[in-house]
């Protein structure tokens, strides 16, 4: 052990003395680097999970910045002088500099869409009484596209459905293989005069969809849940009401009657895929009484107030 030290104390004497400052500069650089690239991987490690593209655009920048750092120390050291005639070193280390700083960006970025949480919403195209436009759609496409709460952010991604049942079970389950931290389904009701919050889907769906097709059997059997009569949504309904209402003039009410014609069948099928990150909200037509903009600023009320509301 002594004898160890007495060799790193010689290293480091020699180092001290003989080494120019410019090179100690470049060390001190290849040093941040290498523990930036450890820390990196370290908060993978801690995270659990994460996109793998995002870990490697990490590591990927930081051995690049490593073999910058290397690549100048080797030009910045006066025995290597005659191969690198023409190039200053001053030039090499502001190059250097420059790169990192770029390269960091992209990790920074890198960083923040892994942090970042998936909201999906979606809205309805045209269908028969609704031909011209659709006020779900209309309301959902003005959402913003990010959102922060209590200092997470999340993404908002917009998805249009056909009034379709083949469309809705091939998006239904793209939207749920991102794994998203919450699905809200929007949908028009001619009859409603406020935003109304779906507590529950009913099985059962005997009618034509907008291309006249009917399901083979009108008692959808569910990956999970089988040929169930009804599922509920683990967000608290009632209570999400009742606060939103406190401060938007009772412009919310709950509901138990998503009906059972394709937006109950959307509904049953993310309820199957899970009832705590799932809800339906119907909204009135546009201008009966608010307008699409009004709309959607309360459909994000409800995505506030379901990310802020423990679960049933």
């Known amino acids: 052990m002594v004898q160890l030290k007495t060799v790193l104390g010689k290293f480091f004497d020699e180092y001290q003395n003989n080494t120019p400052k410019k ?4 060390d001190a650089y290849l040093v941040y680097i290498l523990l930036t690239g450890i820390l990196q991987f370290a908060y993978c490690c801690l995270v659990g999970t994460f996109p793998f593209n995002s870990f490697l655009s990490g590591f990927i920048s930081t051995v ?13 050291n006066p ?35 892994m942090d970042e949480k998936l909201i999906v919403v979606t809205g309805y195209g045209i269908f028969k009484g609704h031909e011209e436009k659709n006020a779900s759609w209309e309301a959902v496409q003005l959402l913003p596209n990010q959102l922060k709460i209590d200092e997470k952010n999340y993404k ?44 529950c889907a009913k099985n059962g ?20 849940s089988g040929k169930c009569q009804r599922l509920e949504t683990k967000i608290d309904v009632d209570k999400i009401t ?30 199957d895929k899970d009832p705590s990150r799932a809800l339906f909200v119907h909204v009135p037509c546009i201008d ?25």
């Open 23 to 26: 090179l100690k500069i470049v």
């Open 64 to 76: 690049s910045c490593f073999i910058l750092a290397v690549c100048l120390r080797l030009q910045s």
């Open 79 to 113: 025995q290597n002088k005659a191969q690198f005639i023409g190039i200053s070193p001053e030039r090499g280390f502001a190059d250097f500099i420059f790169a990192h700083i770029v390269l960091h960006i992209d990790i920074k970025e890198q960083y923040k869409a």
């Open 156 to 199: 908002i991604e917009k998805i249009q459905l056909a009034v379709e049942y083949d469309d809705v079970d091939k998006k239904v389950d793209e939207i749920w293989s991102k794994n998203p931290e919450l699905v809200i389904h929007v949908g028009v009701n001619g009859s409603a005069c406020k935003i109304l919050l779906e507590k």
């Open 205 to 224: 769906f005997m009618s034509k969809d907008f291309c006249s097709k009917t399901l083979c059997d009108p008692v959808v059997c569910l990956k999970n």
């Open 242 to 271: 009742r606060s939103l209402n406190e401060t938007h003039c009772n412009m919310f009410t709950a509901s138990s009657d998503v009906g059972q014609y394709l937006c109950g069948y959307v509904y049953l099928k993310s309820l």
């Open 288 to 312: 009966k009484p608010y307008n699409s903009q009004d709309t959607a600023t309360g459909i994000f009320k409800v995505i506030e107030q379901c990310l802020s509301t423990p679960r049933i």
